[in-house]
């Protein structure tokens, strides 16, 4: 899950001043179950601006909006509320947002979230950073947690000198992950993990802008008709 914060509302109504019609567009997915950009957040949207005089010219709530698919489907139903508004207010991460962008490039996009981290979604309410999508996963030899992600220094070999009590040394509050590495790979009967050396990151993985395309898989070909007797 992506998590996102709502932005101000004084930021998003600055950032559409002299712009009087607004589509608002929000995300089925991340968005919806953060509680950041469903069907909910867009109405409050919604009647939060039009108090403030803005004219709602309609609203939708694509599924995924990162998938510029499903964004151009659902804006075909909208077609003509689309084209009344003069600004689009995307209730979706960056991705989302910049792909309503480039679908609708003719008007002003603007973001009404904060896109945050990427994320384990605990609870409704309660989510933490578990991944920085460094493009070179050794969750293998870490008994399935990652130190970039979850150390507050990326540590890539054991705890720093700092840890006391199991406790991180950067915020107290929080487990050690190496500890917790450790302790997992005891239960998991692979503590020998622990003394495998990890190269620095080849930080060349993560460097942006990034793009893939990726090969489909062949269709199976037909199965063979089943008879009955």
């Known amino acids: 899950m ?25 995300c089925g997915s991340c968005a919806t179950a ?3 950009g469903g069907e909910r957040e867009v109405k409050e949207m919604a009647a939060r601006l039009t108090e403030q005089g803005k004219t709602i010219t309609g609203w939708m709530v694509v ?25 689009i207010l995307s209730m979706a991460c960056g991705a989302g947002s910049q792909v309503v962008a480039l679908t609708h490039d003719s008007k002003p996009l603007l973001p009404a979230l904060n896109a945050m981290f ?5 609870r409704l309410n309660l989510a933490d950073e578990r991944c920085v999508l460094c493009g070179d996963c050794i969750l293998a030899q870490t008994g399935g947690i ?15 000198g700092g ?12 487990d050690c992950s190496w500890v917790l590495i450790y302790q997992r ?16 990151k080849d930080q060349s993985k993560r ?5 893939v395309a990726k090969a489909l898989p062949t269709p199976d070909a037909a199965p063979s008709p089943v008879h009955h007797h």
């Open 2 to 26: 992506i998590v996102t914060e709502q932005k101000p509302f004084e930021e998003v109504l600055q950032s559409l001043q002299g712009h009087t019609k607004v589509f608002i567009v929000g």
């Open 34 to 36: 953060w509680h950041t």
């Open 63 to 87: 599924e995924e909006t990162c998938d510029e698919r499903k964004t151009k489907r659902d804006s075909r139903a909208h077609a003509a509320e689309i084209t009344e508004a003069d600004a």
């Open 118 to 122: 990427l994320a384990r979604l605990q």
């Open 146 to 160: 990652c130190p970039v992600a979850t150390c507050p220094k990326e540590l890539m070999n054991g705890p720093c």
């Open 163 to 174: 840890y006391r009590d199991g406790k991180c040394e950067v915020d107290p509050q929080r």
């Open 185 to 200: 790979l005891q239960r998991l009967g692979q503590i020998e993990d622990i003394q495998a050396i990890h190269t620095p």
């Open 207 to 211: 460097k942006h802008p990034r793009n």
